[in-house]
């Protein structure tokens, strides 16, 4: 009985820390024009004088889009948006486009 017990309880360990782990690894989404200051302190990359300034310029108009919010917030660039995008920030609902790769250039058969 005992035994049957502790091999019930480890399947049932095994199995929340694989739900556990799968909850983890989608981020939750964090919408910009609904944020709070606590919401943008909480992504890896922001500290509070950059979501100050998020939240300041959000309040004199919402943020359009990935490029709006890059042109107006110091030190917020292509790398650092694809890094807040990765945590589940969206601007007006969308991901920062990732760019697609360019295709490899058609190169001439060798003779």
Do not use: N
């Not at 922001?46 to 310029?57: F, N, Y």
């Not at 110091?74 to 969308?94: D, E, F, H, W, Y």
Request: charge should be positive; avoid cysteine; charged fraction near 20%.
């Amino acid at each position: 009985m005992k035994q049957a017990l502790m091999l019930g309880l480890t399947g049932w360990m095994g199995l929340t820390g694989l739900v556990g782990t799968a909850a983890m690894a989608q981020a939750p989404t964090i919408e910009l024009t609904h944020a709070r200051e606590v919401d943008l302190d909480g992504l890896r990359g922001l500290g509070p004088t950059s979501t100050r300034q998020i939240l300041e310029e959000r309040d004199k108009r919402p943020f359009r889009d990935w490029k709006d919010l890059m042109e107006r917030s110091t030190g917020i660039g292509p790398k650092k948006a694809a890094q807040l995008s990765a945590q589940g920030l969206r601007v007006q609902g969308q991901p920062y486009p990732t760019p697609t790769p360019a295709p490899a250039p058609a190169t001439a058969p060798q003779r």
